[in-house]
């Protein structure tokens, strides 16, 4: 019986290891997704800021883009009434 008693506790931290999930596991795993998040947030911020900056300056390049197009029609509609107007000053 002394030779299955011996291959047993032999075999028996192989089959079922003993638990080291103590307190020092619980504070190794806490630092550990403390530095996780120390290293992934300011890149998360900045890239939620890039995001948010980048659509206002997609905003107003739109509304820019806008008022130059506006800007066009009312310069050719001066120009037209310019034309008309001096077209009927040298009928009168």
Do not use: C
Not at 15 to 40: D, E, K
């Amino acid at each position: 019986m002394s030779d299955k008693h011996e291959i047993l506790e032999a075999i028996e931290p192989i089959l079922a290891p003993q638990q080291q999930n103590g307190w020092r596991f619980l504070l190794s795993v806490m630092l550990m997704v403390i530095l996780f998040f120390a290293i992934l947030f300011p890149k998360i911020y900045l890239h939620n800021q890039i995001y948010y900056t980048s659509r206002e300056v997609a905003k107003l390049k739109r509304e820019y883009d806008a008022l130059k197009e506006e800007n066009r029609l009312i310069r050719a509609e001066v120009e037209s009434i310019r034309f008309k107007n001096q077209i009927l000053d040298t009928l009168f």
